[in-house]
């Protein structure tokens, strides 16, 4: 008889690197994780969701308990596990990670009440809250898209990915002026000046980035949405094969959303503004194209890796793989990259529940805020019109290990 969660609890509290009940970690393929993931959940949440404070400012970060997680109880924390473990590698080596890395290391990933007793003990939630004390804030998802591309010039092929120009600094001002350890300047040297890096649309009416392509590809819209979701596979037709294209850079300006540009233009309604929708705006207004895509100043360049494993997810900020509908994207200012985080929000255009651990393993330049997630739903069709469609509310509970002082002293 398997003992009881309880027992289980028990017995962590009491045996710090779980050695009596160790068994090596089991790997969770992504293929297995993904049929899991997708399959809306037909529970009906019985738990109770937490009181609502009065939205007043405070702290960032309050603590919690586990009781006050809508949906704890009814996550399979088997699928969030391999996102935990990828980033436990990383985190393993800062101090107040340490203990409760090496205890994961060490714990059976097939047993569900054993893998909730450990987070329970050695995590604290804390739930967030924006600054005006609010304590829900936008959730919209990204994926991994699949695009047709060459290594020549020819034919559709005809909009160039490039690689990232050694004029591009990046000056980071950290070390004289600790608050901005989060920011980090691009620019160019013209004359004894440091200038801002051009834009978008300077950049495509320019010649300055000849000979840094890497791939053309048949679609500039396509391509614009790879700069947004910062990473993507290009399938070669001339030798068959795939690559991926990593993020490598950025041209320094801020991100600026296509979507509202053509709510403000009256154009699209905010409800309307999908990427699905505005793939089809620009079908239905081609003369607008490069007028819409330089709206967004942003530029990103790429990198070229193999890819050896197409199960495996794109690699986030931390530098390891992304697991499909277990990795989000944060706003490092706020939340710890490497922490687990309880999500709570709704499927894209659906009320339904998606409540699950997740982990903060990515970053990007819209993801701005507090309470704030990018939602990594995969490689796919069904990734793409997911991720397409997702703006939803949402609430995050951050967890940090037992101990650990939440950023910012709260």
């Known amino acids: 008889?398997?003992?009881?969660p309880m027992l289980l609890k028990n017995r962590l509290a009491n045996l710090p690197l779980l050695k009596r009940l160790s068994v090596p970690a089991m790997a969770v393929s992504v293929a297995v994780l993904l049929a899991a993931c997708q399959t809306p959940p037909t529970t009906p949440v019985t738990q109770q969701p937490p009181t609502k404070p009065v939205a007043q400012p405070g702290p960032a970060m309050r603590p919690a308990s586990f009781a006050q997680l809508p949906g704890w109880n009814n996550d399979d924390l088997r699928e969030a596990w391999p996102a935990l473990q990828s980033s436990c590698s990383v985190m393993i080596r800062k101090p107040e990670w340490r203990a409760a890395c090496s205890a994961a290391a060490q714990v059976n990933p097939s047993d569900l009440g054993f893998l909730r007793s450990y987070f329970e003990t050695y995590f604290t939630p804390y739930q967030l809250f924006n600054p005006d004390g609010t304590d829900t804030g936008l959730v919209t998802g990204y994926y991994e898209p699949l695009l047709k591309g060459s290594r020549r010039r020819a034919g559709p092929y005809q909009t160039p990915l490039y690689q990232a120009p050694e004029d591009l600094l990046t000056i980071d001002m950290a070390s004289v002026y600790p608050e901005l350890k989060n920011l980090r300047l691009r620019g160019k040297v013209v004359g004894r000046k440091v200038v801002p890096y051009p834009s978008r649309g300077e950049l495509m009416q320019s010649n300055s980035l000849a000979g840094k392509e890497i791939v053309w590809?048949?679609?500039?819209?396509?391509a614009f949405f790879l700069q947004v979701q910062g990473s993507g596979r290009v399938y070669l037709p001339e030798s068959k094969e795939t690559i991926r294209l990593a993020y490598a850079d950025q041209n320094g300006r801020p991100y600026k959303s296509i979507g509202r540009y053509l709510v403000d233009k009256g154009e699209l309604t905010l409800a309307q503004?999908?990427?699905q929708n505005i793939k089809a705006w620009v079908q239905a207004n081609p003369a607008r194209k490069e007028e819409l895509l330089n709206a967004n100043p942003s530029y990103v360049f790429f990198r070229e890796e193999k890819l050896p494993d197409p199960s495996k997810g794109p690699k986030g900020a931390q530098g390891i793989p992304l697991t499909p509908q277990r990795s989000i994207a944060i706003d490092p200012q706020y939340v710890p990259l490497g922490a687990p985080v309880f999500l709570s929000t709704t499927?894209?255009?659906?009320?339904?529940?998606?409540?699950?651990?997740?982990?903060?393993?990515?970053?990007?330049?819209?993801?701005r805020g507090v309470v704030r997630a990018d939602y990594f739903w995969?490689?796919?069709?069904?990734?793409?019109?997911?991720?397409?469609?997702?703006?939803?509310?949402?609430?995050?509970?951050?967890?940090?290990?037992?101990?650990?002082?939440?950023?910012?002293?709260?």
């Open 347 to 367: 499927q894209p255009n659906s009320d339904r529940p998606l409540q699950r651990l997740v982990v903060a393993q990515d970053t990007g330049g819209a993801i």
């Open 378 to 410: 995969g490689f796919g069709d069904e990734a793409e019109d997911r991720a397409g469609s997702m703006k939803q509310r949402g609430m995050m509970w951050v967890l940090l290990p037992k101990g650990m002082n939440p950023p910012g002293g709260n």
């Open 217 to 222: 590809v048949d679609d500039p819209v396509e």
């Open 1 to 4: 008889m398997n003992p009881s």
């Open 273 to 275: 503004a999908s990427a």
